[in-house]
């Protein structure tokens, strides 16, 4: 998935002069056709992702159209203040890619967890937040961050993760149907894709069917879709690699609550818990500590209809 980012970032700017890149500490070689293709529109800079964003802002600012690259866990942690308020502030066409959401650091330690960022991200106000699933999916995507008004960001997953996605254009903002059922709604972000699908191939074979949505945009979220597919299913499970604490199952649980529906309605997020893991281990094992499996989202789901 970072490949392919990185690949339309360098694409894009043989496009439009206004592009920009900026990377924080990246590897050696990291978009080497674009630095010296371009060189007076690459920027690697040094571990300083505060410094990173506000010249990002600055260049913004002057028209450009940005794009940092860093670890996911110091873009959204260490610089908080300077993308609310050099960036969100000003509504700049900046794109905040991250790499390594969620866990995929995990062996890395707490330093490198990026466990709250849709959370603290989502809430900033001109921030679009996008958690997209696999490599296809940020190709489709990619073009579509080159006009967006205002600041954005990107969260990238482990790398080579299967390809879930079969869209064949995607729009920012817009939730994408993989099943369509009234036993359940079945949603979330990111690789969770996988999971859900399986899911609702394990409920199929129980006779059960679910509606499965995909949602790579947390803000704005695609509030006419959840609510459409809410209204017909008797529970909704909400999946994703992040705290369970404000994330899009907190948004989700949200817009719910506020659609004032004409039936009890059944909810259930699964997530990582609120709390620091005191496990050692690699992505798939905290995701499976946390629930985030097929097996669990099944089994979730017949709890609710059941109870």
Avoid at 5 to 27: H, M, N, P, T, W
Avoid at 110 to 118: G, I, N, R
Avoid at 212 to 232: G, M
Avoid at 267 to 277: N, V
Wanted: aromatic letters at 6%.
């Amino acid at each position: 998935m970072r490949k392919a980012c990185l690949e339309q970032v360098y694409e894009l700017a043989k496009k439009d002069e206004r592009v920009v890149f900026i990377g924080s500490d990246l590897g050696a070689g990291t978009l080497i056709n674009f630095q010296k293709e371009m060189p007076d529109r690459f920027f690697m800079e040094a571990i300083a992702e505060a410094h990173v964003v506000g010249m990002a802002s600055g260049l913004a600012h002057e028209g450009k159209i940005v794009y940092v690259n860093t670890i996911q866990s110091f873009l959204t942690r260490r610089c908080y203040e300077q993308i609310v308020l050099d960036a969100c502030l000003h509504n700049l066409n900046v794109r905040f890619i991250g790499n390594g959401g969620g866990m995929v650091y995990a062996p890395l330690g707490p330093t490198h967890w990026a466990t709250e960022d849709l959370s603290i991200l989502r809430c900033i106000p001109n921030m679009t937040v996008l958690c997209p699933a696999d490599a296809e999916e940020m190709v489709r995507l990619m073009p579509e961050t080159l006009n967006h008004q205002g600041p954005l960001f990107i969260r990238l997953a482990k790398g080579y993760d299967p390809i879930v996605t079969e869209e064949k254009s995607f729009e920012i903002g817009k939730a994408y149907s993989y099943s369509e059922g009234n036993d359940a709604l079945i949603l979330g972000c990111g690789i969770t894709l996988g999971a859900m699908r399986e899911a609702g191939d394990l409920l199929e074979r129980e006779g059960l069917k679910a509606s499965i949505l995909h949602i790579p945009t947390v803000k704005p979220l695609d509030s006419d879709a959840i609510i459409l597919r809410a209204r017909k299913s008797s529970c909704v499970v909400c999946i994703e690699e992040n705290t369970v604490l404000g994330g899009l199952g907190g948004a989700v649980a949200e817009i719910l609550a506020e659609a004032c529906l004409d039936k009890p309605l059944k909810f259930k997020r699964i997530g990582l818990p609120d709390s620091f893991s005191s496990h050692y281990g690699a992505q798939l094992e905290h995701l499976a500590a946390a629930g985030i499996t097929s097996v669990n989202i099944a089994a979730v789901v017949k709890e609710l209809i059941n109870r």
